[in-house]
Nanobody
Framework: QVQLVESGGGLVQAGGSVRLSCAVS????????MAWFRQAPGKEREFVAA????????NYGDSVQGRATISRDNTENTAYLQMSSLKPEDTAIYYC???????????????WGQGTQVTVSS
């Protein structure tokens, strides 16, 4: 059974930074593409970032371009999302997702974590 467990969310002041982690079990992590999505209250889930299995290819959503960095440690079976210069509009539940192949749309990801809340105060 594939399990994804996010951590690292919390309350952050505007202009600050946060680092989210996603620990993966139940599948070979080095054969897994990873992504982060987020969903704000009353809004649809939004693509944030994705990283290929070997970490060489990344892609970012327009709203976080230049402020987010996705990374992974294949020895720790963990993916990360570092976000800086946070804005109140970054407030959302952040989800990590796993798939066989690199993708930027949520329908391509069959495995999801439970989400971690990030709240940015102004």
């Amino acid at each position: 059974q594939v399990q994804l467990v996010e951590s690292g969310g919390g309350l952050v002041q505007a202009g600050g930074s946060v680092r989210l982690s996603c620990a993966v079990s139940g599948r070979t992590f080095s054969r897994t593409s990873m992504a982060w999505f987020r969903q704000a209250p009353g809004k649809e889930r939004e693509f944030v970032a994705a990283i290929s299995r070997n970490g060489f290819v990344t892609n970012y959503g327009d709203s976080v371009q230049g402020r987010a960095t996705i990374s992974r440690d294949n020895t720790e079976n963990t993916a990360y999302l570092q976000m800086s210069s946070l804005k109140p509009e970054d407030t959302a539940i952040y989800y990590c997702a796993a798939a066989d192949n690199f993708a930027t749309t949520e329908r391509e990801y069959p495995h999801w974590g439970q989400g971690t809340q990030v709240t940015v105060s102004s």
